[in-house]
């Protein structure tokens, strides 16, 4: 199974900073990286595709990178709903296999 | 669209479970489903994945012998059903639809989840 690292665990930050978020992989999965977001207490909303692709709707504060094994998600200016926690998961593989997720907190 | 799934179960250890999620706003064969789920205060599980076009379906080998994905077109609903439960498999379920009509793809919409309590 493909591993999938997330650093930082968690992080504070204040509404308008800068975040930045990395999630790593095992072994090379090319752009096969998503990213969902979750709020306290709801379902995952789908965040990206193929590491740097915005799904309609998704605010562009949000933007990705990478490809291989490193892979970053950077918010250009913290919303307050944007204070949640964060998973990368690869589809370059069965099984689909999520990070452990980034907790983003209110400083 | 909408996925939307059943009410929260209990079960005792050993017992089984079947979580429904009924979809609409969308092509129910253009798609699949696939269910993850969440342990209290833990991060997201992958459970598997089936086609919505031809039933296929995908499983991590951890879940294989346990887990079973079934869809019925007829009513745009999928299922997913866990035998021999213990108590980690406590969790909350999710269905989610799968952009993948024959692999696995991008989770874009969710259901809001099932609570299954397994206690004795």
């Known amino acids: 199974d493909i591993q999938m690292t997330q650093s930082p665990s968690s992080l504070s930050a204040s509404v308008g900073d800068r975040v930045t978020i990395t999630c790593r992989a095992s072994?090379?999965?090319?752009?096969?990286l998503n990213w969902y977001r979750q709020k306290a207490g709801k379902a995952p909303e789908f965040l990206m595709y193929?590491?740097?692709t915005l799904p309609v709707g998704v605010p562009s504060r949000f933007s990705g990178s990478g490809s291989g094994t490193e892979f970053t998600l950077n918010i250009s200016s913290l919303q307050p709903e944007d204070f949640a926690t964060y998973y990368c998961?690869?589809?370059?593989?069965?099984?689909?296999?999520f990070g452990r997720g980034t907790k983003v907190e209110i400083k | 669209v909408q996925m939307v799934q059943s009410g929260a179960e209990v079960k005792k250890p050993g017992a089984s479970v079947k979580v429904s999620c009924k979809a609409s706003?969308?092509?129910?064969?253009?798609?699949?489903i696939s269910w993850v789920r969440q342990a209290p205060g833990q991060g997201l599980e992958w459970m598997g994945w089936?086609?919505?076009?031809?039933?296929?379906?995908e499983y991590p080998q951890k879940l294989q012998d346990r887990v079973s994905m079934t869809i019925d077109t007829s009513t745009k609903t999928g299922y997913m059903e866990l035998r021999s439960l213990g108590s980690d498999d406590t969790a909350v379920y999710y269905c989610?639809?799968?952009?993948?009509?024959?692999?696995?793809?991008?989770?874009?919409?969710w259901g809001q989840g099932t609570l299954v309590t397994v206690s004795s």
């Open positions: 989610a639809r799968d952009a993948g009509r024959y692999r696995s793809s991008d989770l874009d919409y």
């Open positions: 706003g969308y092509s129910f064969t253009d798609y699949g």
């Open positions: 089936i086609s919505g076009y031809n039933g296929n379906s």
């Open positions: 072994q090379g999965i090319s752009t096969s």
């Open positions: 193929a590491a740097s």
């Open positions: 998961q690869q589809t370059y593989s069965t099984p689909r296999t």
